[in-house]
């Protein structure tokens, strides 16, 4: 169900996925997915390996069509045939992949300036105000500007990717397996920099992770994929009343089902 604003009309979703079909040769990935992410909420988007998990946000930010169905943000849709609404939609979301992506070539600096640079909108002294901000919201300082992606440490590289992602101000956040290659720590540290951010900015988030740590720290609902289909959607009390091998496999340690029961979902 889309939410009503304050004039009574319709809110569309975030994401709204009807009939997505994914196939590659004689390989079907995903069959009649219908998903629905209203504004505000954080989902995580668990399922088996090669289920399709990161296929599904490729799709969800139009950097992959699917085979039959639709993809729409806010309202639009991804792959709309015209440029320059498909150019305003990129600036709704940012996208942190799981090896942070950052441009080896270039500086931590010019890796989260390249957006806006892009919009050509802004001068170069508005670009470094706005790079630093940046660099402050993920707890960089401007020294780390100047440094290489070489340079930096995992930790390291996944903050300058997330303030890359949100170098645009976006709506909707779009995380696959965001603390993946992080030791405990630092994998809670990031946890808590991304709930921060989201709590401070009201973006909406989509994330794959296999970690039930992340789920708990970040995720307002669960999406299970599996069967090539969403097999559970809702709040961790939901998905858990759904009896189906991988929800009861994946959640079959205590201390898993308990970790994600006691956090935000």
Same mark, same amino acid.
């Given at each position: 169900?889309?939410?009503?604003?304050?004039?009574?009309?319709?809110?569309?979703?975030?994401?709204?996925?009807?009939?997505?079909?994914?196939? @590659? #040769?004689?390989?079907?990935?995903?069959?009649?997915?219908?998903?629905?992410?209203? =504004?505000?909420?954080?989902?995580?988007?668990?399922?088996?390996?090669?289920?399709?998990?990161?296929?599904?946000?490729?799709?969800?930010?139009? $950097?992959?069509?699917?085979?039959?169905?639709?993809? *729409?943000?806010?309202?639009?849709?991804?792959?709309?045939?015209?440029?320059?609404?498909?150019?305003? &939609?990129?600036?709704?979301?940012?996208? $942190?992949?799981?090896?942070?992506?950052?441009?080896?070539?270039?500086?931590? %600096?010019?890796?989260?300036? %390249?957006?806006?640079?892009?919009?050509?909108?802004?001068?170069? #002294?508005?670009?470094?105000?706005?790079?630093?901000? *940046?660099?402050?919201?993920?707890? &960089?300082?401007?020294?780390?500007?100047? &440094?290489?992606?070489?340079?930096?440490?995992?930790?390291?590289? *996944?903050?300058?990717?997330?303030?890359?992602?949100?170098?645009?101000?976006?709506?909707?956040?779009?995380?696959?397996?965001?603390?993946?290659? &992080?030791?405990?720590?630092?994998?809670?540290? @990031?946890?808590?920099?991304?709930?921060?951010?989201?709590?401070?900015?009201? %973006?909406?988030?989509?994330?794959?992770?296999?970690?039930?740590?992340?789920?708990?720290?970040?995720?307002?609902?669960?999406?299970? $994929? =599996?069967?090539?289909?969403?097999?559970?959607?809702?709040?961790?009390?939901?998905? @858990?009343?759904?009896?189906?091998? %991988?929800?009861?496999?994946? @959640?079959?340690?205590?201390?898993?089902?308990?970790?994600?029961?006691?956090?935000?979902?």
């Amino acid at each position: 169900m889309s939410a009503r604003s304050d004039s009574g009309r319709q809110t569309p979703p975030a994401i709204e996925i009807r009939g997505l079909c994914t196939q @590659f #040769g004689d390989v079907v990935i995903h069959r009649d997915i219908d998903l629905d992410v209203e =504004a505000g909420q954080m989902l995580g988007l668990v399922g088996g390996s090669g289920s399709g998990k990161t296929t599904l946000l490729r799709e969800i930010v139009g $950097l992959l069509a699917p085979s039959k169905g639709s993809v *729409k943000l806010f309202g639009q849709a991804v792959l709309d045939p015209d440029p320059d609404l498909r150019r305003q &939609l990129r600036r709704r979301f940012g996208m $942190l992949f799981q090896q942070g992506a950052l441009f080896s070539a270039l500086s931590v %600096f010019d890796n989260i300036a %390249f957006p806006l640079r892009e919009l050509r909108l802004l001068d170069e #002294g508005m670009i470094a105000d706005l790079v630093l901000l *940046k660099l402050g919201m993920v707890e &960089l300082e401007a020294r780390h500007g100047r &440094l290489m992606p070489a340079e930096l440490s995992g930790g390291m590289v *996944k903050r300058v990717a997330l303030a890359r992602a949100l170098s645009l101000e976006p709506e909707l956040l779009v995380l696959d397996e965001p603390t993946a290659g &992080l030791d405990p720590d630092r994998s809670e540290n @990031f946890v808590n920099l991304i709930k921060m951010l989201q709590k401070a900015l009201g %973006f909406t988030v989509v994330m794959v992770t296999h970690d039930p740590e992340t789920l708990a720290g970040l995720a307002t609902r669960l999406a299970v $994929l =599996a069967d090539q289909r969403i097999v559970a959607c809702g709040t961790a009390a939901e998905v @858990f009343a759904v009896e189906h091998p %991988f929800i009861r496999n994946f @959640f079959s340690s205590g201390r898993a089902a308990a970790t994600v029961r006691q956090g935000a979902c």
